[in-house]
């Protein structure tokens, strides 16, 4: 059964910095990108970051040289490091792993990031 699990999330001080952690199991075939997506109250979901198996990354305008992401293929396990966290990062982050040539999509249970003011 495949399973994406986060940790990391919580709450923190506008300006300080969170690390969210997301380890795959489960998975047989190769994981094409992995990305971290969010989510706010009453907003649509969007995606923050990926990162392909090869290590080529994308941001979204928002959080370009705030964030970043890394991945460990071995591991199956992607990393997103939060610096200089806003109150408007405030979200639920959610871990999801494009897997196999079918590019089927899995998701994790998310975790809470508040930012406070």
């Known amino acids: 059964q495949v399973q994406l699990v986060e940790s990391g999330g919580g709450l923190v001080q506008a300006g300080g910095s969170l690390r969210l952690s997301c380890a795959a199991s489960g998975i047989r075939l190769r994981i094409n990108a992995m990305r971290w997506y969010r989510q706010a109250p009453g907003k649509q979901r969007e995606l923050v970051a990926d990162?392909?198996?090869?290590?080529?990354?994308n941001y979204a305008d928002s959080v370009k040289g705030r964030f970043t992401i890394s991945r460990d293929n071995a591991k199956n396990t992607v990393d997103l490091q939060m610096n200089s966290l806003k109150p408007e990062d405030t979200a639920v982050y959610y871990c999801?792993?494009?897997?196999?040539?079918?590019?089927?999509?899995?998701w994790g249970q998310g975790t809470q990031v508040t930012v406070s003011s």
């Open positions: 990162i392909t198996s090869g290590g080529i990354t």
């Open positions: 999801n792993a494009n897997v196999g040539l079918t590019s089927r999509n899995y």
